[in-house]
């Protein structure tokens, strides 16, 4: 199995920054993409950005510009900076790892944090 472990939410006033930042432990053979996603209040669960092991990155629309994803390989970790935060942007965030954990299984998983909140209000 693997553990996810996210830090870094809060309240944040309208214009500010946050830095979001997740480990992965436990059984990791390989983790392919690792992401954000949250899930506001009587909404969807949505992907917020993602990165490959390679770098490559997706952003939601609503974020590009404000937001950068980082990822450290070595470490298992995945970092989200957000910038010029908006109200709309509050919401519970959920580190997620798309991983491999056994070696004798090549079949990947999604694994999931337990989530953070970051509020955006004045």
């Known amino acids: 199995q693997v553990q996810l472990v996210e830090s870094g939410g809060g309240l944040v006033q309208p214009g500010g920054s946050l830095r979001l930042s997740c480990a992965a432990s436990?059984?990791?053979?390989?983790?392919?993409?690792m992401g954000w996603y949250r899930q506001a209040t009587g909404k969807e669960r949505e992907l917020v950005a993602a990165?490959?092991?390679?770098?490559?990155?997706n952003y939601a629309d609503s974020v590009k510009g404000r937001c950068t994803i980082s990822r450290d390989n070595a470490k298992n970790t995945v970092d989200l900076q957000m910038n010029s935060l908006k109200p709309e942007d509050t919401a519970v965030y959920y580190c997620?790892?798309?991983?491999?954990?056994?070696?004798?299984?090549?079949?990947?998983?999604?694994?999931w944090g337990q989530g953070t909140q970051v509020t955006v209000s004045s």
């Open positions: 436990g059984s990791i053979v390989n983790i392919n993409a």
């Open positions: 990165i490959t092991s390679g770098g490559s990155t």
């Open positions: 997620n790892a798309y991983a491999r954990s056994r070696w004798y299984d090549y079949n990947y998983n999604d694994y």
